[in-house]
């Protein structure tokens, strides 16, 4: 198959903006809690009406501070609140939010606002304020910095009191759906980021799409009230996507600052959300937390046929649903009931208790972990999008998930395939442009398609499947052509392997660098009775070493001899975002940690 389209489940908007949302919700039902908020450790609910009356009193507040139509405002913090309220707040008045990730360097902030012509800049504490201080006399047009943790928001409030509530409507009524809501900077794999502009229509078209399609699942039962917490980072567009949904579609969103397992999985806990949106290495870190407190308890045996057990449900409950199947049989069944009061029930409850569907993005899951969270109860499903389609433009369908593929276009999406294996999509929710950049805008917009850069194939039944990136695609002196992509997925499939960057291009083959989890690296050290060791000391160490190639020849199965990795070397280090090796949504830079690690790919090659 070569294309396939979804028909749209809602009308084209022909008026009004993002912020309407608020005011419409609030007449209609003001005391339906729409947020949760973290306060004095804490949640605290926030009804319609009262989310409306701050959102109001903000935006109030900012047209007294001179922030006016069409001016462009930078956001520089991690998810919370105050940032849902501003966004909604600039909306109302016309203004555009400019996201920045809170790691972004100072050449990095630079960049941005200056190429964004920014008029004002929100910041979350004072090292953010620094690093716009050390920039601001390249930036003339940047007239004014609050900060959160400073009292931005009751400082903004009260200049806003003089202020008419009218004021703020004309504003409002003066949006229409095709003016710029966001510029959203793409993370900048291969080079410098680039602005995308993204309409009210755009977010309006693609979040109504999904409520209406995947509302029945965004309840663990019938009768719930739908809930969400927010702890993707909304400086990215999937962040960004869940927040507008949330708000849009009735459903109470609460804010985590950190992804870090140790802070997030209490708040998972307390907030007890009906459906979760996250990356990958969420769902494996709580997987590879369960799997390691098993083995210390000794049932690592038990555990392992547990996962075996939900993996085989899963596959069984899939081959139903695309009738190539029964369905799991009396046995499995059996054994199922069994490890769910055992094992799987633990999993749920990690995530809150109340989770039976999530969603992923971001980057691609391994078939095999998707299918073990289906078969412990929370189903999974993995999307594909970019920032210049407002986050998904695929998805898997609540009714016939596969796992290992991206899904279908999601409503009102047609998804083609070019001659070369290029993936291109076309609907509402595409871009309309880069900022200030019309050759680079040219080179991706072809009538209406997005040419995304990345390869794919669609399955008999419209299914997607990502395999690489154009740009990444390795040439090995032999004239190979290799997709990194599938190998690295593998590779870190393993437990103890935190990343993966496979390398050869003009090379006489493929290598691969890896680094280690520590949690999982201490924890293998302790089951072993090995003392703690060094990173000097532990990447020399022969039984770990035995460990990693295990995963390597894993990974080796997938492809042809000329594909597999030959070689490969265990670094002391992770690739970090602070390093310039990551991109702030954990993407491999890979130009920059060939670089960095020049020495250790030219030892792969014995040189």
Known sequence: MREVTEPSLVTAPQAGGLADAVFDHAEADPGRVALGRRAAGEWQDVTAAA???????L???LLAQGVRFGDRVALMSRTRYEWTLFDFALWCIGAQPVPLYPTSSTEQVFWMLHDAGVTACVVEHEDHAMTIGSVIGRLPHLARLWQLDAGAVEELREAGTRIDDDVVHRHRMAVT?????????????TGRPRGCVLTHANFMTETDNLVRR???????????????????????VFGRMVQVAAVRGGVKLGHQPQLSAEELLPDLQAFRPTFVLAVPYVFEKVFATARREAERAGREGPFERAVEVAVRYAEAQEARAFGTGSGPGAALRLQHQVFDRLVYARFRDVLGGRVRHAMSGGSAMERRLG?????AGITVFEGYGLTE??????????????????GVPVPGTTVHIADDGEVWVRGGQVFSGYLGDPRTTEAVLRSGWLATGDLGSLDEDGYLTITGRKKEILVTSGGKSVSPLVLEERVRAHPLISQCIVVGNDRPYVAALVTLDPEAVAHWLQMRDKPPMEPAELVRDPDLEAEIRRGVVAANTLVSQAESIRTFRILGAQFTEEQGLLTATLKLRRRAIEKAYAVEVEALYGK
């Open 51 to 57: 989310f409306r009356d701050e959102v109001l009193a």
């Open 214 to 236: 995947y509302e029945p699942v965004f309840r663990s039962r019938p009768g719930d009230e739908p809930s969400t917490l927010l702890f993707l980072p909304l400086a990215h």
């Open 371 to 375: 299918l073990f969270f289906a078969g």
């Open 59 to 61: 935006a109030k507040g």
């Open 389 to 406: 389609t407002t986050g998904a433009a695929t998805a898997n369908p609540p009714e016939r998930t596969r796992f290992g593929t991206v």
């Open 177 to 189: 759906p095709d003016s710029p809501a966001t510029v959203i900077y793409t993370s900048g794999t």
